[in-house]
């Protein structure tokens, strides 16, 4: 085969790696957030309140886990005083369904300035870490809010069978599979990188790089052998 014919080859297979990372990353699945709207009933150390809040979810791929931020856009409780900065420290749940089913603890900062009398209180940023023990589709519903504020603590708890704020796909450490128990037994049930997207492209990226750099070497050496034939002794 000459120089040019096996140069078009080669070029080809490098083409051929291009396209099939193309073709990865176009399949690998995306998240589907929304703003939902959560009705709470909250328990407050002077009666029952109700108020409804948009929620949403977000998830930031973080080595094995993901940090998962719950947003309040509106204050779903008030305090008949006024709150003092920092006086209130809130925490909420954040339940799975899907590829596992776990309840996901996500706590903020105090509130950063005070909060007027008889006036919803704004909820700061929720956060947590969620590591997948199962790989697959997991969504993200808010749960139980519970607010701490001088010494009394709030329940809130939701009253609409809210729809998930965040549908995700996601990876486990080691493929989900569980190790087996000492012994040797079959292992039990197992219990969330992210995302897909991002694995894919760097799994994708490395598979072609090293095929074109293949190619390339391959090509070099073909040329230097002939090279090395054509010159006299």
Not at 130 to 151: D, E, H, Q, R
Not at 187 to 214: E, K, M, N, Y
Request: neutral net charge; glycine residues 12%.
């Amino acid at each position: 085969m000459s120089d040019r014919k096996r140069s078009t080859v080669l070029a080809s297979a490098g083409a051929s790696a291009v396209v099939a990372v193309v073709a990865v990353l176009l399949a690998a699945p995306a998240a589907h957030a929304d703003v939902v709207d959560v009705a709470y009933n909250c328990q407050t150390p002077i009666g029952d309140k109700s108020a409804v809040s948009p929620i949403d979810i977000k998830a930031v791929k973080e080595g094995d886990g993901y940090k998962l931020t719950m947003s309040f856009q509106k204050g779903v409780s008030s305090s008949p005083i006024e709150l003092g900065k920092g006086a209130m420290s809130p925490s909420a749940v954040i339940m799975t369904d899907g590829a596992e089913k776990v309840s996901v603890p996500v706590s903020g900062p105090p509130n950063p300035e005070a909060a007027p009398a008889n006036t919803p209180i704004k909820i700061t940023d929720l956060s947590g870490t969620y590591t997948p023990k199962k790989s697959g589709k997991v969504t993200f519903t808010a749960g139980v809010l519970t607010i701490k504020a001088m010494g009394t603590t709030t329940t809130c708890t939701s009253s609409n069978n809210p729809a998930p704020s965040l549908e995700l796909e996601v990876t486990a450490a080691g493929g989900g599979q569980e190790a087996p128990p000492p012994g040797g037994g079959a292992g039990g049930d197992t219990l969330p990188q992210t995302g897909p997207a991002d694995s894919a492209l760097a799994l994708g990226t490395l598979g072609a790089t090293v095929l074109l750099s293949g190619a390339a070497g391959m090509l070099w050496l073909t040329r230097r052998g002939r090279r090395a034939e054509r010159t006299p002794s």
